[in-house]
Every structure is written in C-alpha cells, then in structure tokens.
C-alpha cells in the first residue's frame, strides 16, 4: 500500500479519535480490568457492537499514557497485510510522536497480524487489541500470542452500565431511587444491553442487520460454511426457544443436518462468535457435563428484535438470561463456572462453583404468586441446595422480595434488578 495513502487513511482515524474526546462515556467494570503496564498483550474481545472499542478508548484516556490508533476495520485499509506493518509503525510515529502504547481495532482483519504484535511485545510497547470474532478467540490467541496475552470479555451493557448511561443512581436505596431503578429495569429487560439500541429508533433493523453481519462476517468468511442458509434457520430457532436445552438428534432431525459433527460445528460458530452462549449440566461426571447442553442468546435484544421473533413474549425467559449473563459477567472476574441442575424430578437455573466448590444456587421466576410456580421454584432451589451442600440460594424474581425457609434450607428472593445493584 502506497504509504502516502496510508497517512491519509491514519490521519482520518486520528481526527475521528479526538472528535470522540469531546463526548463523555459511562465507566463500565471491565475496564478495572484492563492492565496498561502489563507486558502481556491486553486483548478485549466480544459480540459486535458490545463497546469493545469505547472501553478501550475510556482506558487509555484516563490512564494519560501516550498512544497511537489504528482501526483495521477500514475501507481504506483493506489491502494492508503483515508486510505493510512496518509502514504502519511509520506513519503512526510521524503522525502521534513517541508512544508508549497501541491500541488496535479489529487487527484480525490483518493474516499474520500476530507476528507483528509478538514483535512490538518484545520491544516493549504495551498493546491493546479488540476482536469480535473467530481470529481473537482464545485457541488462536494461545497459539499465536503464546501466553504472552490477557483477555477481557465484554457483553453488552449490564444493568449497572445502562444505569450509569442513563444518569440514574443505584445508590442509596431510597424509595425514590428503588422506583426509578425498577422502571429502568423494566425497559432494559425489554430493550436489551446493545450501547446503540439507547440512541437508534429502529431497534428491529439495527438487530437484524447486527445478527445478519455476525452469520455472514464472523461465521461464514471466517468458517467457510457452506449452507449458510441451514445455519442461518438454525441460528434463528436457538434464539426463538432460548433458554432451552439442545437434543442434538431432534435438532438433526429437524434441519436435515447429515451427522452430529456437523450441527457440533455450527453451534461452535454460533458460541465461538458470541451469538449464543452454553451452559452444561452440573455433575461430577465430564460426560455427562458435555451432553444436554443449555443454550442463551447473547443478549435479550436477539429474542425479540429481530424479524419475526416471538421469544421475547416470555418475559420469564428474558429474566433468566438476563441472570445467566450478570453472571457471567461476575465469573470473569472471580474465575468460576456456571452449571444447571437437573435430577430428573426437578431443576434449579444456576449453580456457580469456583472449581468443585459450589458457590452459589440461583433460582429463576418472573412471579412466584402462583402457589404451583412458588413450589415448583422452592422445591428446585432446595434440591439443588441439598445435592451440592450449598447454603448461598436464591430465587430471583421480577419484583418479589422475601426470606423463605423449606427443609432447613434458607433461600433469599428478591428482585433481579435489586441482586444485580446490591452485588449479591
């Protein structure tokens, strides 16, 4: 590439960078996680559109150190290969001085992008990444970075994120702020988490087009599948009847698919590209955990907003993941895992363990009203509570707030929105 259209195309990013100065951007936790002096590549990786380039943005801002910035998701930069790099560096010196730090923007886009990288590692330039797909995923990053990298997930806004952006206090619990919290919370379970959804109108399109890139962009050129179409319908379904459990024979069935491997691969597509996201069934057995595996959207936004979407009806279903995605956010930071409990009689939604540990029993209800619901809630909690020896259980709901005991088994029910705020 002609390094004179290179400075042109660098210099247009720069100004985009400091128009973006002139605006102010909510801190979101993931941030604290980010680590400027590390010598370990930082690399923020996520579902399109989840922020990833405004938080890293918000981290290098606030920390004063000396950057440069390069978005590889440019027209203009998309003849760029590993040998242009050098004229990169180049150009980045004459245009942002000395610096400390790059940060790169969708640099997957770049073959052999990671030879460049180990090289500026060892130089001693601290580096930030983003990635939204297959080539930022933990394999190739193990294999690629050879250790020599710290991953930061990040989902869409969390309830806390919304809050903050919308400039409504989670703190102290007032009656006035608990009434404004729980009409928040009302609209993000229904909205979703996407940072743009808050200033588009257009919600259904914006959605649309967001899952179409992921299918077409992040699955397909990065997988080369071939019946896009059958991945696209399977896609789709998994959203509708989000939270379910997957039966890989009923699925195979249902969509012609010629073997298991190949409906395996494609739900790999669908996790490893940050559409969906599994859980599997707590037991002490790795066969049994790799079976009858649970599926959920990545945000709620993919169960109603797209064309022709009817699982965002179940205002149950929205709730669960909601849950399921808080806590996910919080393992990240605590290093543990989340399981579902099923014993064939009854289930409970959530159980944390940080290694065989059993940390925490979570019960999930938009509305225990219904003495047939409420007991059918209980009587999974305390299962769950008795089979695992776990005394931390709950039993999150839209609006209810009690203490129940049931067979010596203390369970805590209380508000989504109010165990999300308080960090329970």
Request: proline share 2%.
């Amino acid at each position: 590439m002609d390094i004179r259209e290179l400075e042109t195309a660098l210099l247009d990013q720069k100004e985009e960078l400091e128009a973006l100065r002139n605006k102010s951007f909510c801190y979101r936790e993931e941030e604290r996680m980010i680590n400027l002096e590390s010598s370990l590549a930082q690399v923020v990786i996520g579902v399109r559109r989840s922020g990833k380039s405004t938080l890293c943005f918000n981290a290098l801002e606030r920390s004063k150190v000396s950057y440069a910035y390069v978005n590889f998701d440019d027209e203009n930069l998309i003849d760029l290969s590993v040998k242009d790099m050098n004229n990169v560096l180049q150009v980045l010196y004459s245009i942002y001085g000395d610096f400390t730090h790059l940060f790169f923007d969708e640099i997957q886009n770049i073959e052999g992008w990671h030879l460049f990288v180990n090289r500026m590692l060892r130089k001693g330039i601290h580096v930030l990444l983003t990635g939204s797909n297959s080539k930022l995923l933990s394999g190739e990053l193990a294999s690629h970075l050879t250790g020599r990298h710290h991953t930061i997930e990040l989902l869409p806004f969390s309830f806390k994120d919304w809050c903050s952006y919308n400039g409504i206090a989670m703190a102290p619990l007032t009656t006035r702020n608990k009434g404004f919290l729980m009409g928040a919370f009302d609209k993000y379970l229904h909205q979703g988490g996407f940072p743009e959804l808050l200033v588009e109108p257009d919600h259904t399109n914006y959605i649309e087009s967001l899952f179409h890139d992921i299918i077409t962009q992040d699955i397909r050129k990065r997988f080369k599948v071939k019946y896009i179409d059958s991945l696209e319908r399977l896609a789709r379904h998994l959203l509708n009847i989000s939270p379910a459990v997957i039966v890989k024979d009923k699925l195979q069935k249902q969509f012609g698919f010629k073997s298991h491997h190949t409906l395996g691969n494609y739900l790999s597509y669908m996790t490893q590209t940050y559409l969906l996201c599994k859980v599997s069934k707590y037991s002490s057995k790795s066969k049994e955990r790799s079976v009858a595996e649970k599926v959920y959207a990545i945000d709620v936004a993919f169960m109603n907003k797209r064309e022709n979407a009817f699982a965002g009806d179940n205002l149950g279903w929205r709730l669960e993941t909601m849950v399921y995605l808080e806590l996910r956010r919080r393992i990240k930071t605590a290093e543990e895992d989340i399981y579902y409990f099923d014993n064939g009689n009854t289930e409970a939604d959530f159980i944390v363990c940080s290694g065989s540990k059993v940390m925490g029993i979570y019960q999930v209800a938009y509305d225990i009203e219904n003495p047939r619901t409420r007991r059918r809630e209980i009587n999974g909690a305390v299962a769950a509570a008795k089979h695992t020896k776990c005394s931390n259980v709950f039993i999150l709901t839209d609006h209810h707030s009690e203490t129940i005991v049931n067979n010596g088994i203390e369970i805590k029910s209380m508000p989504v929105w109010e165990w999300i705020v308080r960090g329970n």
